[in-house]
């Protein structure tokens, strides 16, 4: 599975769009983009997924390059308990059983 | 609602003593995996299972042991053998198939030794 790069730490205004990017330059053709986010002490939290079309649900946007080789994940009204550490991963599509591998992600900091 | 749980959210060992983590999802997932997080650091694979009645070893196999007796149930059991268990364990479920299916976790259990 592709190599991702994170920033350490963001902050984000209450209420205001939180932005993360991830790197993925080596990702391959038949490789998704997914985000997970944990809040402390608790499990990890599937937010999104996407392969090249920019994807939205209930709980944010992801946003994916032509050429594929960065994304942004989008909270659009983040509030305070958005506050975690936020996981980009890139895992082959093919496959079902695959241990997910988290880096060391973003830690967000929505401030009141 | 369905989702994953595990239980209990804390638990102690004493040395030389086994203990067993329960994990029970109400999804209808074939696959269920069990991870160990460590302060500061990512996942890593103990056991997975995508069928009943069978199971295979992740990275650190090493001193866990596993059974799937039931579609809705994958309890891990902590040996003696496990020299380091102190740890936040983290079961998991997913749609089985040939192709990648997002991983839910359940809230976790955190270990710790007495």
């Known amino acids: 599975d592709a190599k991702t790069t994170q920033p350490t730490s963001m902050d984000c205004a209450e209420g205001r769009a939180a932005n993360l990017p991830c790197n993925h330059s080596t990702i391959s053709g038949n490789e998704y983009v997914y985000w997970y986010r944990q809040i402390h002490s608790q499990g990890p939290q599937y937010i999104i997924h996407?392969?090249?079309n920019n994807e939205t649900n209930e709980m944010a946007s992801l946003i994916i390059t032509e050429d594929r080789k960065s994304s942004t994940l989008i909270l659009p009204h983040a509030t305070l308990r958005d506050t975690a550490v936020y996981y980009c991963?890139?895992?082959?599509?093919?496959?079902?059983?695959?241990?997910?591998?988290f880096g060391s992600g973003t830690q967000l900091t929505v401030l009141p | 609602d369905g989702g994953i749980t595990q239980s209990p959210k804390y638990l102690f060992r004493k040395e030389g003593q086994n203990v067993t983590l329960s994990c029970e999802q109400n999804?209808?997932?074939?696959?269920m995996y069990w991870y160990r997080q460590d302060p500061g650091q990512g996942l890593r694979l103990i056991y997975y299972s995508q069928i009943v009645n069978d199971f295979q070893k992740g990275d650190i196999a090493e001193g866990y042991s596993v059974s799937r007796e039931k579609k809705e149930s994958f309890p891990l059991t902590v040996t003696s053998a496990q020299k380091n268990p102190t740890a936040f364990y983290l079961c998991a479920s997913s749609i089985a198939g040939g192709r990648f299916q997002p991983q839910h976790f359940g809230d976790g259990t955190r270990l710790s030794i007495l």
């Open positions: 991963i890139v895992i082959i599509s093919s496959g079902s059983a695959r241990q997910l591998t």
């Open positions: 996407g392969l090249k």
């Open positions: 999804l209808n997932h074939d696959a």
